[in-house]
């Protein structure tokens, strides 16, 4: 018996420890119907909530009498939640700032605002080459917010030991490729072939640098592209199965990798935070044909049903302001979506940030296709029967193609 | 056939591989959870190298500094621990009952009910949160603890009543009837001679209610906004925090685990029941 009551002894003070904790929530269950408040959803890191937070946000409140509820939804999480909303019919978001490779399910479900004739609001200082990445089926779904292009990191250490320079076309990437395999025994470039978001990118990137079109799959530049992948790929790193938009960082960092392809946000976690100064970047290599970079990025758009649309209309087109796009330069080094907003950054960031400008200035947007699932899939496959796998590149591409063609009609 | 000589032999041979066998497989469970922690307490210039030293070189509190500094640690913290326990709470209430129940029904009866419990977790979770989301929201339970409670209970009632009908099953019913015979009530039987030998069983499932809520992600997806969870918050962590602070993160979120699970274990004997019918 005493060691029942020992139990619910145990039991009763861990059930008090909750009661206190709950009480001190401040009230989880109360509803959040206060009058003027703008829940906006976005994916950002701590730092950039901090920017948010201090800089973007307050003027917005003042100015409108509004209190801005922010939310982190990653970009993958936001057609859940909104799904979720939508079919409940209680709309909670008003306003996504959402990754534009990530803007397909939200227009196939019908989750999102047509926006088309809002399409003024949009500053004529934004560039126009920004406007066509919202536009589904001639209609206008997303606005332009910021814009972003994978640049070339590199170990300028270990490149200098070496001897070597880094590639700036892709005879001289096989050649920086093959150079570090012989001397080091392991593969020291990287591409990321996770078979995902993060291969696609990379395909885009080669196909349309030598001349092709993704969406074809078969043609003289796709054929191109993959013949050299597959020349390319036994002196990769073995850590190109793993490498994605998270884990390039680490393999730079570690020095698992000296060469490798990612997003300017490897600049902070890289060099800032893990102190990694040899690790400099530049805008990348070309193609037989020219440069070219997947423009990405994030774009804003308003979900379906939110009781809030003429005061999210209004943040979105602060958003888009000199003042908000100056703030964003500045403080986050973010590529601006405006011509007129490039403030000073700071000066160890300099070089970056002239990476990513020269990158930009070769960047095309991605198609926006409601079959893109099917694109996604067929590149990623292609790339792994090819590429891994070694088979034959022109009846695997003919394959492809033809699902393409098929995803195209459904 | 066996010889004596031959078990004798084998005796040794398990005797001698016992221990080397036993620090083998703690060293592969701990040297994970040592590389967490060794990355959460060491200077970057420790880890980000290509051959970061076993033992902590540069020692450093910044990483946990400034999680513990951020706000993202004791909200979430409460929300998941609430939620968790207040689950547990409620569920043992419920199942418990419910299982003993279930347990002195006839053998065949017993198995269909069982079954039918499972049944409704046949479904793969991603299928089903979705529409419970949908209800769920519409209920106004979103971002409530209210609403991930009921949610998780959805999820470990069925497994909590399967545990705890295999426990009471272990229960010889003389027990119960002696009791009765002494002038016990059903009542007086189950809470004062039933439940107190199934401690053990309910200790489990208490662990197992317990962590299952505190590590719940697919509902807490759904139905969180702005107040996180802790693996939500985890989640973040690990896609946008750096490498240093997700490691201090992990580590500090394994601290309650470890507590909780070690003031629990305590009840988990072996041979609870041996010499319950005796004499």
Known sequence: ?410 | MVTKQDSDLLAKVIKFLFWPMAILVMFFLLVPVYIMVKVSLSAPQDILTQHPPFLIHNFTWNHWLKVLKSGNLWLPFQKSFVVATITTVIAIMVAAPAAYVISRMPKKVRYTVILSLFFTRMFPEVGIALPIAVNFIKLNLLDTYTGLILAHLVKVLPFIAWILVGTFETIPEDLEQAAMVDGASRWTALTKVVFPISLSGIAVAAIFTWLESWNEFTYALYLTLSQRSLPLQTYYYVLRGDWFQSAAYSTILTIPVALVTFLLQRYLKSGYLSGAIKG
């Not at chain 1, 990476?355 to 079959?371: G, I, Q, W």
């Open chain 1, 1 to 410: 018996m005493r060691k029942v009551k020992l139990y619910i002894k145990l039991l009763g003070a861990l059930l008090l420890l909750t009661l206190v904790l709950s009480g001190c929530s401040g009230g989880g269950d109360v509803a959040k119907e206060e009058p003027k408040v703008l829940r906006v959803s976005m994916a950002l890191a701590e730092k950039e909530w901090e920017i948010m937070r201090e800089y973007v946000f307050p003027p917005f409140e003042e100015a409108n009498n509004v209190k801005i509820e922010a939310i982190q939804v990653e970009a993958s999480d936001v057609p859940k939640k909104l799904e979720a909303m939508a079919k409940a019919g209680k709309m909670e978001i008003d306003i996504i700032t959402q990754d534009n490779m990530a803007l397909a399910p939200l227009v196939e479900k019908g989750l999102v605002e047509d926006l088309s004739e809002y399409r003024d609001r949009i500053p004529k200082e934004v560039l126009p080459s920004l406007i066509p990445v919202g536009e589904f089926n001639g209609k206008l779904y997303f606005m332009p917010y910021r814009p972003n292009v994978e640049i070339t990191f590199y170990n300028e250490k270990k490149f200098k030991e070496a001897g070597l320079t880094p590639p700036r076309n892709w005879d001289e990437l096989l050649e920086v490729a093959k150079a570090f395999k012989e001397k080091e025994g392991i593969g020291r470039v990287a591409i990321k072939g996770t078979l995902d978001g993060n291969t696609t990118c990379h395909l885009f990137d080669f196909i349309r640098s030598a001349g092709g079109d993704p969406l074809v799959l078969n043609d003289e530049g796709s054929v191109k592209a993959f013949t050299f992948l597959q020349k390319l790929y036994p002196y990769l790193s073995p850590v190109t199965k793993k490498a994605d938009w998270n884990t390039m960082n680490q393999y730079l960092a570690n020095e698992t990798v000296y060469l490798g392809q990612n997003w300017p946000f490897g600049v902070s976690v890289i060099v800032q935070d893990g102190g990694k100064k040899e690790i400099k970047a530049y805008h990348g290599w070309r193609g037989p044909v020219k440069e070219s970079h997947v423009l990405g990025g994030e774009v804003i758009g308003i979900p379906k049903g939110t009781p809030n649309k003429e005061l999210a209309l209004k943040f979105m087109e602060y958003l888009m302001s000199k003042e908000v796009q100056e703030i964003l330069v500045s403080k986050l080094a973010w590529p601006s979506c405006r011509s007129d907003a490039y403030g000073q950054v700071e000066e160890w960031q300099q070089p970056y940030f002239a990476a990513v400008n020269k990158a930009l200035a070769a960047s095309e947007p991605r198609p926006n296709v409601t079959y893109w699932a099917d694109v996604d899939k067929a590149l990623n496959d292609a790339f792994k029967e090819i590429v891994i796998e070694g088979k034959p590149v022109k009846p695997t591409l003919d394959k492809y193609h033809n699902i393409l063609e098929a995803a195209k009609k459904k």
